[in-house]
């Protein structure tokens, strides 16, 4: 089963937010890289979810994938931050997945947390340039940050 990390600023969107959806629709990636892991995803694969641009980013749970990619009605809404108007119902070049909850750590796994863990150097997370928000995770890496977190449910 491949793995995923998606990040997401907590005030927008967090663990908590979906815990107490238990669903959602992840949306407004704008990077081609980045969306092209969102159409690579299958339901029932499992993400990191990593709280970014905030006081303590890291990972603070678990999510699952629960529908695949599909266009993003986001870039077609002009009200939204995400629009594009260059996206047409016809052409619309973004996608978005469905997510579910799976778990809340006990606390966040910080990124000076990972980045002290050899097994996790070559993750792209943990990698000098890499600010994309969406990105695969290796079955080791997963492992690894598992290994990281006591106290887990």
Known sequence: MPYWLMKSEPDEFSIEDLQKRQ???WDGVRNHQARNFLRAMTAGDEFFFYHSSCAVPGIAGIGRISRTAYPDPTALDEK???FDAKAGEASNPWSAVDVEFV?????TLTL???KAEPLLAQ???VRKGNRLSVMPVSAEEWATILALCPGRN
């Open 23 to 25: 669903g959602a629709r």
């Open 80 to 82: 939204s931050p995400y």
């Open 103 to 107: 778990e809340a750590f006990p606390q």
């Open 112 to 114: 000076p947390q990972l």
């Open 123 to 125: 993750m792209p997370l």
